[in-house]
Every structure is written in C-alpha cells, then in structure tokens.
C-alpha cells in the first residue's frame, strides 16, 4: 500500500474541524445584507485588538497585508524622495509597498539561522533620506525589535512591522505589531489566521495615525462623499470578518501546535548531514508559519542540492516549497538600485538554500517522520555519489 502523499499545506483540515461554527455565522452575515463594513467588520477589529493585548491599541481592517503597509506609509507620510530600509530576504510586498508610495528601498542582510533583518547592519544603512525601516517577521519569528527599536528611535525613525507571517508570534513577551508605530497583517488563507481570501489589518496605539489610515483606506473620505486626500479602496470584507473572528479564539492552540511539529522537527532532522535547521533568537518567539531548512552545498549560493532534494520529496509524495528563490535586491526591477552579487550575502545565500516543509497544525507525528527520515536518506545517497 502506497502513503498518502504528504502535502505543504492542507487547509481543508482546518475547515472540516470548523464547519461547524463557520456555516451559521456566513449564512447569518449573507442574509442580513451587510457586506461591506459594519457590526461584523467592527467586531473583528475589536476581538483582534484584544488578541494583541487591548488597551489604547486600535485594529484597522483592510483589503491585504500588502495594502496594511501602503496604508501605513502613506499615514507616515511617507513620498518621493524618502529612504525606507527593511530586510533583503521577504516576500516581495515588504518592498513592493515602499515603491507604491513613491519611496525608495534600502536593503538591509539578514540573520542566515533566523532569516530576520540583522540590528547589527541597520545603523550603517541610515542616510539624511531615511525615514522608515520596516523590519519583517519572517517564517512566523520574531525579529529583534529591542534592538531595531533602539536605532531607530535613536534616529527619529518610524517602524513599520510586517508580521504578515508573524500573528501570534512575541519579543520579550509583547506580542509583534505592538513594537513599532505601526503592526501590518495578512490573512491571506495560507498564514496562520487565515481568511477565506485576501485580507489584512493595521494595528496602531496612535489615534491620529488610526484615524488618518482609516480615511485613506476609504478613498481619502474624512465623511461620506467628501474627499480630502487621495486614497485607496481597501476594505477588509464583512464576510472575511466572520470567518476570521470565528478562527481567532483557536489561533493560540494552533501556534502551539506549529511550535510542538517544529521541536519534533528539530529532533528528527538533528545531525543530517548539509541539513542547516533554523533557531529562534534569545528573547523571541516563533510561531512556526513555516519550518525552514538550509541544504548546504559546496557554493553557498549554488542551488543544486536545495533543488534535488525537492525534487526527490515530490518523487515521495512529499511537498515543500522554496520560500524565496531570489533576494529582494537582485529582483529584475530592483537592479536599477545597483546592488551587486555578494553585496549582501546571507540574503543570497538563504536564497539558495532555504526550503520549507509541511508544518500545519493537523500535520502528524507519523507524517513528520516519513519527512524527516526521506530527507536523510535522500541526502545520504547524495552523499555517497
């Protein structure tokens, strides 16, 4: 009899389970007419807010976590001319943004064991034009924020956290989002509070900051139909509200489940040989929104051994998926800020290592060991030829 393949992810898992509390909740939102806005969006702002420990923090819906961070930036004011300095190693929106407002990224190397934006090179990237730096939760850890926080208060500095990847995740026992000026979220269905489709949040202690995000995101309207700026259409729908705020209460035993496959990981994978495992840096948590590995081979930066091993996990049934297999700053749009190979070499390097295995909540302990023990002996017999 052939195992069942094993996949990077099965959503399904988690609706089965929640079908249940889901189904009245929607039926209930589609009959009332209420789609856009209203008792359910508020209502989700609320219980979210009080996820990241309440108080004078204020949730801000939105359409997506890439539309968190322009919103963001733009309530900064952020504009043309402006320096914003965040990781190399992300997913492209961490970028992506700062050009949508107009401004221009600098690209800072990162941590190759934790995969965050390192303190250490922060300070010498700052120029007269800097005026933001948003540093990114990554793979659900999260980043050194005492140390970020520091320099950039230092310099007058905003921070904009991306914890897209991050919801649940602490530094120093505060939750990420509440570090900076502002926290910007995704609920895209994959993350670990995961909507039926695109969503995303700001969260802000500053009212001002609060007010002027929710104006921007309702096509610059201070009141209906009065429009004092330019803004954007970014709503986070009323449907995507329900779903989420029935998922939210589970989201703790779900990140302790991620946090329980990734130490069953840690032991299984210990000791294979060209097997880099991830660590969580002193002071932080992880929530595990993906576990990532590094396969070493002998050029940091050539991918070859990364590659085969996926291809050999596809030929077993086993998914994984390579998160990312480009650094921001050698993007083909990015060349045009003269960054050069080697320039930032852990970026590069993580590009051409790094792979990311199953890890979701439902995923078995039978499961993980079928992965771990095909990654040894698919990386033995490498080793032997």
């Known amino acids: 009899m052939t195992d069942e393949p094993i996949p990077l ?33 508020r209502h989700f702002e609320e ?17 997506s976590g890439t539309d968190a961070l322009v919103l963001a930036l733009r309530a900064l004011g952020i504009q043309p001319g402006d320096e914003v300095i965040t990781s190399a190693f992300s997913f492209f929106a961490s970028a992506e ?14 941590d190759p064991y934790t995969f965050n934006l390192d303190p250490a090179l922060l300070e010498a990237q700052i120029s007269p034009h800097t005026k933001a730096v948003i540093p990114v939760h990554l793979f659900g850890q999260a980043a050194n924020m005492t140390e970020i926080l520091t320099i950039a208060r230092r310099h007058g500095l905003a921070v904009i956290e991306d914890c897209a990847q991050a919801v649940g995740a602490c530094w120093g026992g505060k939750p990420v989002g509440t570090w900076g000026d502002v926290g910007c979220f995704s609920f895209f269905p994959t993350k670990n509070l995961g909507a039926a489709g695109d969503g995303g949040a700001v969260v802000t202690r500053s009212p001002d900051l609060a007010r002027q995000i929710r104006i921007l995101k309702e ?17 986070l729908d009323a449907l995507q509200a329900v779903i989420l705020s029935v998922k939210l209460p589970h989201l703790r035993e779900w990140n ?10 840690h032991r299984l994978l210990q000791g294979i040989p060209s097997l880099i495992l991830p660590r969580v840096a002193a002071g932080g948590s992880s929530v595990w929104h993906q576990y990532t590995v590094r396969v070493a081979g002998a050029d940091p930066t050539d991918p070859h051994r990364r590659d085969s091993l996926q291809q050999h996990l596809k030929d077993r049934g086993i998914g994984s998926r390579i998160y990312y297999p480009i650094p921001l700053h050698r993007q083909p749009v990015y060349q045009k800020l003269g960054y050069k190979p080697g320039d930032l070499p852990h970026a590069e390097t993580c590009a051409a290592q790094v792979l990311s295995l199953p ?16 990654i040894a002996e698919i990386i033995s017999e490498e080793i032997r030829a």
């Not at 219980?47 to 309440?54: A, E, I, K």
């Not at 096509?219 to 330019?230: C, E, S, T, V």
């Not at 302790?256 to 990981?265: D, F, K, N, S």
């Open 47 to 63: 219980l979210f807010s009080h996820f990241l420990g309440g108080g004078e923090l204020e949730t801000i819906g939105c359409n």
């Open 359 to 374: 890890c979701f909540p439902e995923l078995t302990l039978r499961q993980q060991e079928r992965v771990a023990k095909a």
């Open 9 to 41: 992810l099965d959503l399904t898992l988690q609706y089965r389970f929640l079908a249940v509390e889901i189904q009245p909740q929607v039926e209930a939102l589609l009959a009332s007419g209420q789609y856009i806005g209203g008792a359910a969006v």
């Open 97 to 110: 943004a700062i050009d949508l407002v107009g401004a221009r990224p600098v690209f800072v190397d990162v």
């Open 219 to 235: 096509h610059g309207q201070a009141r209906q139909y009065q429009h004092d700026q330019i803004g954007i259409n970014s709503r």
């Open 256 to 265: 302790w489940r991620r946090q329980g496959i990734a130490e069953v990981y």
